[in-house]
């Protein structure tokens, strides 16, 4: 019984800790005296018909400000990448108060149906081309999604 419970309660942390993110710094520049850095979750990437699908986040060393004068720090957004034409599409981003995302948004964009996003080319030594480079190199791993 005691065994049972053991394979229980392990099983039962699995998935929690299977989502943890694993922020990859892919990107960083300097403007106006601040940091700026750019990451990939890279356990989140995963195909989505013919593009990869990811978690991406960026982070700021001093607060920037939305239209609406709400401060934040950080956001994290959901990125889809078309390798072969070196392009990305951008949704559901979310805007936090602190460098590392956590607790509730102050702000959220919903995330958009794949059918409803335009894609964008990068330009070459952007940090939308950092993302792309990064992404792309699991291109021919196999995902599950």
């Not at 005691?2 to 710094?25: E, G, H, I, N, Y």
């Not at 990451?39 to 239209?67: C, F, G, K, M, N």
């Not at 889809?80 to 102050?106: H, L, Q, S």
């Not at 964009?109 to 992404?135: H, I």
Request: aromatic share 14%; charged share 15%.
């Amino acid at each position: 019984m005691k065994r049972l419970f053991t394979c229980v309660f392990l099983f039962s942390t699995l998935p929690a800790a299977a989502q943890a993110p694993d922020w990859q710094l892919i990107s960083q520049s300097s403007s106006s005296g601040q940091m700026i850095n750019w990451y990939v979750d890279a356990s989140s990437i995963v195909r989505a018909d013919e593009y990869l699908r990811a978690v991406l986040r960026t982070s700021w060393s001093a607060p920037q400000y939305a239209p609406d004068q709400t401060a934040y720090q950080s956001s994290t957004y959901l990125n889809y990448f078309d390798c072969g034409k070196r392009m990305i599409a951008y949704t559901g981003n979310a805007y936090f108060t602190t460098i590392e995302p956590g607790g509730a948004p102050v702000h959220e964009e919903p995330e958009l149906p794949l059918s409803q996003l335009s894609f964008q080319e990068v330009r070459p030594g952007s940090a939308g081309e950092a993302r792309l480079d990064f992404v792309c190199k699991y291109r021919s791993k196999q995902f599950m999604t």
